[in-house]
């Protein structure tokens, strides 16, 4: 299960691969999450065997048992995470080191297989390798890897699974903003929470994102692109979007995040954040924060931006809270200072514009 060797893969390419005219297509406008790469990673596990049959296949859909525990007890899990095309051509990730722990962590409350972090970080080598035509080169997009563990094993019992399968699927991405940084209006949660002290918070789990869907469509419904969730236990303390963590800017220059309280993700983008910025001298604290503190801090002026960071859109500002009927600056207005130079700081870095002084990139292809 520790095992520091990276495994021996077989890879089958496929006999239908995408033409390069068709691919051409696909990057001048992919999107997000609506093509997928020619290829897909699997690697199987079972309790006599453990990790075995490490390999590289061609695309295409998976053949279930109806009686998969993944179907009954959604015992799954996944990653986000991307690969950057720089200027000379060649392929990074990252800090994919950072996805393997936490996937390890996640697999670990859901009660599945710990992928070893040698056999995850290989996993998204071989793919990138095979398939690196699909890494997209325009301004601000990607190549989104999807890692994920479902449970396969054909019984209906109520414990944890002794088959899965692990697998990463591939996805260019586009700008997230292409017309530039757009700040986002945010509704408030007051009904439904993401997750409870004790549940699965803190795993990356398909269950946390369905149980956000209804409350995003409240959001939608009143205008707002993002849901923030409070705490479950009071209902006043600050957690997390649907999918990103936020950020408060105080005038002083310092910032605040909720802590990690274990009903929260730990994301990776909020935790490069974190370190950018004490790097440049700024106090960053992770604490409690209120709802309350936040309307009046912005009332005040005590609180000048307000961001929200995750691997999609890297730093996305928040302009208005609408939940609570109060707004923050104008809607209209271009976002913070702070928030755009450590989103600019970020993506310099993971495009190999800037030196990555802190040894997050690692060579895919």
Known sequence: MHSTSAPAFTVTTSKQRTSQDERDKVLANPGFGLHFTDHMVVI????????????????????LDPASSVLHYAQEIFEGLKAYRHADGSVWGFRPT?????MQRSAKRLALPELPEAEFLESIKQLVMVD?????SAPETSLYLRPFTIANERFLGVRAAQRAAYYVIASPAGAYF????????I?????YTRAARGGTGAAKCGGNYSASLMPQQEASQNGCSQVLFLDAEEGKY???????????????????TPSLTGSILEG??????ITLARARGHVVQERKITLDEWREGFASGEITEAFACGTAAVVT????LKGEKFKIGDEEAPAGELTLSLRKELTDIQYGRAPDVHGWLQRLA
Not at 268 to 273: G, L, N, Y
Not at 317 to 320: A, G, L, Q, R
């Open 44 to 63: 199987d596990w079972s309790v006599e065997q453990g990790w075995h049959d490490a390999r590289v296949q061609p695309y295409g859909p998976l053949t």
């Open 317 to 320: 500002p928040i302009c208005c």
């Open 132 to 136: 690196h035509e699909w890494v997209p």
């Open 178 to 185: 292409p017309k530039g940084v757009a700040p986002v209006s």
């Open 268 to 273: 990776v983008t909020r935790d490069s954040i």
């Open 98 to 102: 950072s996805n393997a722990a936490r």
């Open 238 to 256: 600050l957690e997390e979007l649907g999918g990103m963590n936020v950020f408060l800017v105080r005038k002083d220059g310092s910032l605040l």
């Open 187 to 191: 509704w408030v949660s007051e009904q």
